[in-house]
């Protein structure tokens, strides 16, 4: 909701196109939704959007850095393994990258 109470960004769920966003406001006379049932659906127990802090922000990449990181290490576990089952060497770049990696992850 804004400060003036006027609108309120909101998604619709298509059953076609997915999530499409939506702003509901006090002075829509566009019928193609029905911003009454849309209000309805929504009720009154709502906030207002309180943006995330920079720790939060920080704490969200990490994660994706983490499942980045994680997920370069399982793809190329088949390195590491191929060479304890037949002595073929890992390729440095190989390596070096999941050094990395492995370091990159918290």
Do not use: K
């Not at 006027?6 to 406001?25: A, C, F, K, R």
């Not at 990490?62 to 390195?79: A, C, G, R, V």
């Amino acid at each position: 909701m804004n400060i003036a109470n006027t609108s309120i960004d909101v998604e619709i769920n298509h059953p076609v196109y997915g999530w499409i966003p939506y702003l509901l406001t006090d002075h829509d006379d566009d019928t193609t939704i029905d911003n009454d049932a849309v209000m309805a659906l929504i009720g009154s127990d709502f906030v207002a959007h309180v943006p995330p802090t920079q720790s939060e922000i920080d704490i969200g990449e990490q994660h994706s850095l983490n499942f980045i990181n994680s997920d370069y290490l399982t793809e190329t576990d088949w390195y590491v393994i191929r060479n304890q089952e037949t002595g073929i060497d890992i390729p440095q770049d190989i390596l070096t990258a999941r050094a990395e990696a492995r370091a990159s992850i918290v």
